[in-house]
């Protein structure tokens, strides 16, 4: 995946103003909470996890705090769990109003291992919580797609009001400007066809379970790469390719249980003002043909980078006006809406401060608990949720030079080293992102 880590070098603390409120996106309850406990007009209080319950968008409209930055109206507050008897969002499209999502086994094993590798009781016992965090759940290869089915019946099982996360991740020449993240199709051989077959595979899946709501990423990295990469010969070769299938991958998941989010970079890709308004006419286009009638919830932002939701202006960006997720949220969504595309989002931010960690963190992931995130008083409320796409602790790319998928970005001096394959577990980095957690775990 493409990875631009140098906004972390100005990367910073956004602290809370004192008062009786919590404001939109704070904290405002959990294990070893002694701050607000009710939340600032216009948001709720809602429960994530044992150790983290956060103010999200409710029932009113929310200002920025920056003259800068646009006013936008409530579209609607998510979680991925139940609220408190605080007023109902308004927007019932949201699909984590509500809901309960499901931890995924798979990644709440790797922590449990990792923890129990851990010889610092005291670091061991903090960890134990990242398992806790919903994380999404990659299907990077068709492989995994019965995987998904087993998640849904457990889900399903469970009763109430369930929803599982999970990222579509599959094209032909994936990734096609990147470096570690090639997949298991190619389009010279057939690669279209294998999509189609694993896409209708994950259908299946679904069908099968109509009261489990799905949350779907749709292809991190792919259409972006359209938008700016097109000049790599082998991006060139797969932009009919992706186009047509992502667009096949709507019409297919076209069920009331669905909600789809298709990736839109972040915003020091796609923010930049050459950028950002060929990236929305590219998603409509795409929209457009998954047929009549087909619909998607939005987009995702940050699932292939690191950027802060809201944060002074990266000395790497400039002089990109959309420097910030939110900036770049509330400068897409006019044109998404100007181009007939829904201006829904799903964020997957990096909000902590990263003490003595390298800047360049493109050999893991730089994803931390939610109970460690430092959020800003105010946001974009297009936004349904903050969520965590890219597990923390999981590799983004091999710092192995003589490795057939080395990224040469995670073998620079100053990223994090020994990086395993991208998307097996990164130890030593996720015992750094624990350590490092503030407020501590």
Not at 109 to 117: C, D, K, L, T
Not at 315 to 338: G, H, K, R
Not at 364 to 393: C, E, F, M, N, Q
Request: include cysteine; glycine fraction near 8%.
């Amino acid at each position: 995946m493409f990875k631009l880590s140098a906004s972390l070098l100005a990367l910073a603390l956004v602290a809370f103003p004192a008062n009786a409120q919590s404001p939109i996106y704070g904290q405002c309850g959990g294990q070893g909470w002694t701050g607000a406990t009710t939340c600032a007009s216009g948001s709720v209080c809602t429960f994530s996890n044992p150790y983290y319950s956060q103010c999200l968008p409710g029932s009113a409209t929310t200002t920025s705090a920056s003259s800068t930055r646009p006013t936008t109206t409530t579209t609607g507050g998510g979680s991925p769990t139940t609220t408190s008897a605080a007023p109902a969002p308004t927007d019932a499209g949201n699909p984590f109003v509500g809901y309960t999502t499901f931890l995924i086994p798979e990644y709440v094993s790797e922590v449990q291992a990792a923890v129990a590798n851990i010889s610092d009781a005291t670091t061991a016992a903090s960890a134990a919580k990242v398992a806790e965090i919903p994380v999404f759940f990659w299907m990077d290869v068709a492989a995994k797609v019965p995987t998904l089915g087993t998640y849904l019946a457990a889900a399903n099982a469970a009763g109430g009001k369930q929803l599982v996360q999970a990222v579509i991740y599959d094209l032909p020449d994936r990734d096609c400007a990147a470096e570690s993240s090639a997949g298991e199709f190619t389009i010279a051989n057939g690669g279209a066809a294998d999509y189609m077959a694993y896409i209708d595979a994950i259908a299946a899946q679904v069908q099968q379970y109509p009261n489990v709501r799905v949350v779907f990423v749709v292809e991190p990295d792919g259409l972006a790469n359209l938008v700016t990469n097109l000049s790599v010969e082998k991006c060139a070769n797969a932009q009919t390719t992706y186009i047509q299938l992502v667009s096949y991958a709507i019409s297919k998941l076209q069920f009331p249980n669905v909600f789809l989010y298709l990736d839109a970079g972040h915003s020091g890709w796609l923010g930049w003002p050459a950028n950002i308004t060929p990236a929305a006419q590219l998603f409509a286009q795409v929209l457009k043909g998954a047929g009549s009638g087909a619909t998607v919830r939005g987009l995702a932002t940050d699932v292939s980078n690191y950027n802060l939701l809201r944060g002074t202006e990266d000395p790497a960006q400039s002089p990109n006006p959309n420097y910030d997720e939110e900036l770049y949220i509330n400068a897409l969504a006019p044109l998404l809406t100007q181009n007939g595309f829904p201006a829904h989002f799903i964020v997957d931010p990096v909000l902590v401060l990263l003490t003595s960690v390298p800047p360049k963190v493109t050999g893991a992931t730089s994803r931390v608990p939610v109970s460690a995130l430092v959020h800003p008083p105010t946001l974009a409320t297009l936004i349904d949720s903050i969520v965590w796409v890219k597990p923390p602790g999981e590799s983004d790319g091999t710092s192995n030079s003589s490795a057939a998928r080395y990224d040469t970005h995670c073998g620079q001096s100053d990223a994090a080293q020994p990086a395993p394959e991208a998307g097996t577990w990164f130890q030593s980095y996720f015992v750094t992102l624990v350590q490092n957690a503030n407020p501590p775990l």
